[in-house]
């Protein structure tokens, strides 16, 4: 493939940025919730439906289609080193670390859900567990913007364990 394939940096962004978009009707649905305040199963079973489908969106969509929403409409799509869409193994990889902490993630908020959403949106001091956490992702996207930076096609650390490259669909 040619070079041109592999520019997708500013595409990246703008997919990323399109995606969020795509996901905030779920905020609004929570948002709705707290104004009700509903506690208990109700609560619970949001906050699991919300989660495994935030995850299941971008596992899903790249396990399938290759891309996103975002992805498609910014004209970048994920493809395995042989040219084939991912599949559900590879796309699973590329979100590997995410899929590590869900369980952690899941568990830890049950408990407020549990009382109401509401206390979900307090500004509570957060744990150690959780600042050690928002440390470990924050060298994980550093980690992942240095790769993606110092190679000529510009794989990011997750395109590396899922033998994944991201390209454009608009070179041809």
Known sequence: MERQH?????????????????LWPLEWV???L???RVDGVIAVSWVLFQTVLGVGYYVGAHAVFGATVGKAAMRVRVIAL????????????RDIVVLILLPYTIVTSLPAAWDGLAHLTRTAEPSAADKALGTAFILW????LLTMLFNRRRRALHDFI??????RTDVG
């Open 34 to 36: 707290i104004q009700l």
């Open 6 to 22: 592999f520019k997708t940096g500013w595409r990246r962004v703008g997919a990323a940025f399109l995606d969020t978009l795509v």
């Open 30 to 32: 929570e948002w709705g």
């Open 82 to 93: 042989d040219g084939s869409v991912p599949g559900w193994k590879r796309a699973a990889l």
């Open 162 to 167: 899922a033998g994944t490259v991201v390209i």
């Open 141 to 144: 996207f550093l980690l992942e």
